[in-house]
Nanobody, 118 residues
Framework: VQLQASGGGLVQAGASLRLSCAAS????????VGWFRQATGKEREFVGR????????YYAASIKGRSTLSRDRARNMVFLQIDNLKPEDTAVHYC????????????WGQGTEVTVSS
C-alpha cells in the first residue's frame, strides 16, 4: 500500500493550504495516519497524526494552533489544513500510517511540496 499526498503549492506567508492523503479502500483502517515534512538539508520531522477510527489528533508544536487534521471515511482520505503559513513551513510533506501508537511508520508515498514565500 502506498499513500499519496497532494495539495501542496507555492503560497505567500499567511495563506492556508489543505493537504490531502489518499489511499486505497481500507488502507487506513485501523491505522494512525501521520504527517511529516522534510525541508531541504534538514531531517524529516513529525507534524501531526490522527487515528482513523478514533479521530483523535495530535499536533507537533511547530503547527499546533494553526492546523487541523481531519478524515473523510467515505472517501478514504485524510486532510491536514495549515493556516497562517510561514516560510519555515516550506518542505516536502508526506503522509504515512502506523498501527496504533507503535510509531512504526510505513507506506510512505511521494510527498507534496509546500513553498511559502515571505
Amino acid at each position: 500500500v502506498q499513500l499519496q499526498a497532494s495539495g501542496g503549492g507555492l503560497v505567500q506567508a499567511g495563506a492556508s493550504l489543505r493537504l490531502s492523503c489518499a489511499a486505497s479502500a481500507n488502507a487506513f483502517n485501523p491505522y494512525t495516519v501521520g504527517w511529516f515534512r522534510q525541508a531541504t538539508g534538514k531531517e524529516r520531522e513529525f507534524v501531526g497524526r490522527i487515528g482513523w477510527n478514533s479521530g483523535v489528533t495530535y499536533y507537533a508544536a511547530s503547527i499546533k494552533g494553526r492546523s487541523t487534521l481531519s478524515r473523510d471515511r467515505a472517501r478514504n482520505m485524510v486532510f491536514l489544513q495549515i493556516d497562517n503559513l510561514k516560510p519555515e513551513d516550506t518542505a516536502v510533506h508526506y503522509c504515512a500510517r502506523a498501527l496504533g501508537a507503535t510509531e512504526r511508520w510505513e507506506s510512505w508515498g511521494q510527498g507534496t511540496e509546500v513553498t511559502v514565500s515571505s
